[in-house]
């Protein structure tokens, strides 16, 4: 219920402070983020957090090629800090806020940034 509220005002100020729309990182249990990424192939998942510098290099130097094989996962974080970082760095691409921190345990992530491709 909190999150749901910080992500609305979240949404609202990005809303407000922007006349181009960002993508906000989306909150998703495990089971559905495995269904999500099921049978596609070459997926390649960024693992990031908006405190860390190194992640804010990676995802400028890729900004350019994400497409629909990509998916940002900001984890390690607080609920909203991605879409701010992902907002200051122009990015507007598809995101997952990785809340337990459920899908970094399943693919062993310990530190960011993370550079995944599932085959």
Same mark, same amino acid.
């Given at each position: 219920?909190? +999150?749901?509220?910080?992500? &609305?005002?979240?949404?609202?100020?990005?809303?407000?402070?922007?006349?181009?729309? +960002?993508?906000?990182?989306?909150?998703?249990?495990?089971?559905?983020? @495995?269904?999500?990424?099921?049978?596609? &192939?070459?997926?390649?998942?960024?693992?990031?957090?908006?405190?860390?510098?190194?992640?804010?290099?990676?995802?400028?130097?890729?900004?350019?090629?994400?497409?629909?094989? +990509?998916?940002? @996962?900001?984890?390690?974080?607080?609920?909203g800090?991605?879409?701010?970082?992902? *907002?200051?760095? *122009?990015?507007?691409?598809?995101?997952?806020?990785?809340?337990?921190?459920?899908?970094?345990? &399943? +693919?062993?992530? &310990?530190?960011?940034? *993370? *550079?995944i491709?599932?085959?």
């Amino acid at each position: 219920m909190k +999150y749901n509220f910080i992500l &609305k005002f979240l949404s609202l100020i990005l809303l407000l402070n922007s006349s181009i729309s +960002y993508a906000l990182c989306e909150v998703v249990d495990l089971d559905s983020f @495995i269904k999500s990424v099921h049978g596609k &192939k070459n997926i390649q998942l960024i693992f990031f957090s908006s405190w860390c510098s190194d992640c804010k290099e990676e995802l400028l130097k890729i900004k350019n090629d994400l497409n629909e094989n +990509y998916i940002l @996962i900001n984890t390690f974080d607080s609920v909203g800090k991605g879409d701010i970082a992902l *907002k200051s760095l *122009k990015i507007n691409h598809k995101c997952i806020f990785d809340k337990d921190r459920l899908i970094a345990k &399943k +693919y062993n992530v &310990k530190s960011v940034p *993370k *550079k995944i491709i599932e085959p």
